[in-house]
């Protein structure tokens, strides 16, 4: 916001936010979340879908030194409730699909995030600009983990992880800042939050979100085109879908800023890496990590002696 604070930073339902906006917002929603009673180190979740109160939100948090602990939109309010009486957070933010049942467990003070979430955080007439002193060992995430070889867990990331880690993964795939991310897939997992959200902002790059894959599905080429997107990350049965959608070829034709797409969270076959570079002519990298580590490999597909199948090296 300092260096470049005219670059886009955020583009959501095709509306452009820039970096010194970004900054200024999550600057509001820290006053706004100190007026609701949160204070420095006490835990802050949400479930609420991909938007742009997801990441004022989740960016405040960090800034305030509050923890963040998201869950995946599609979670049953039941089930988060067991795990907010485990992390006993200060304050619970989510949407109207959750809300009332939330309220009912009276589990800690539950916010509505709707429509107007932005317009009364600007309107907050707390401080403007939010001091940063945070310790870089302390606590800065606690994420619901899949549950893919158990129940799922919470695990705790601090911010020294968090930088670290998605430094090597802005090395091991070569990001850089004259990239634009797409997001399609929920940020309520780690996925699209250790690939894309936190390495585009940590090096000044530019992120388009959308609600959901499916929501965008017929339009996914037009949305590459269009916003000149050079990185984006799926799951096998997106890749899947993508391979069987009846796109025109005039859709997916002289697609030029896309080199490869990222594929983890499951496991890929070959086939659907060498389905997908068949019919599209982009190589799909094979991603591996844990929620308990992040990312732990990079399979970088424009190496030369690259070959679909592996997991890549370690970060």
Not at 2 to 14: A, F, H, Q, R, S
Not at 36 to 65: D, H, P, T
Not at 119 to 125: D, N, P, T, V
Not at 173 to 178: E, I, K, L, M, V
């Amino acid at each position: 916001a300092e260096k470049k604070p005219d670059k886009t930073y955020l583009i959501c339902n095709k509306e452009k936010y820039t970096y010194s906006q970004v900054n200024m917002l999550v600057d509001k929603t820290c006053s706004y979340l100190k007026n609701k009673g949160l204070s420095k180190g006490e835990v802050i979740s949400l479930i609420i879908k991909n938007s742009v109160e997801y990441i004022l939100i989740y960016m405040a948090g960090l800034r305030m030194g509050c923890p963040v602990n998201p869950y995946p939109y599609n979670l049953e309010s039941t089930d988060i409730s067991k795990y907010l009486g485990n992390i006993n957070p200060a304050i619970m933010l989510c949407q109207e699909k959750h809300y009332e049942e939330m309220v009912e467990y009276k589990v800690c003070h539950v916010i509505l995030v709707d429509k107007n979430f932005i317009k009364e955080s600007i309107e907050c007439q707390a401080e403007t600009k939010i001091s940063i002193d945070t310790d870089y060992d302390s606590p800065a995430c606690i994420y619901y983990s899949s549950g893919t070889t158990g129940n799922p867990k919470s695990i705790v990331f601090s911010h020294r992880n968090m930088v670290t880690n998605i430094s090597s993964i802005v090395r091991g795939f070569r990001h850089t800042a004259g990239d634009t991310h797409l997001i399609i897939l929920p940020l309520g997992h780690t996925a699209s939050v250790n690939y894309s959200f936190l390495p585009c902002t940590l090096i000044g790059a530019t992120l388009v979100i959308t609600d959901s894959f499916w929501k965008i599905r017929t339009k996914f080429w037009d949305i590459i085109k269009d916003c000149k997107i050079t990185y984006v990350e799926v799951v096998p049965s997106v890749l899947v879908a993508l391979v069987n959608t009846p796109y025109s070829k005039e859709q997916f034709s002289r697609i030029t800023t896309l080199p490869y797409i990222g594929c983890g969270s499951a496991t890929l076959p070959v086939e659907i890496q060498d389905g997908f570079y068949l019919k599209y002519g982009i190589k799909v990298a094979n991603l591996y990590g844990l929620s308990e580590t992040g990312p732990t490999h990079v399979d970088y597909p424009l190496e030369k002696d690259w070959k679909p199948g592996s997991i890549g090296r370690p970060l």
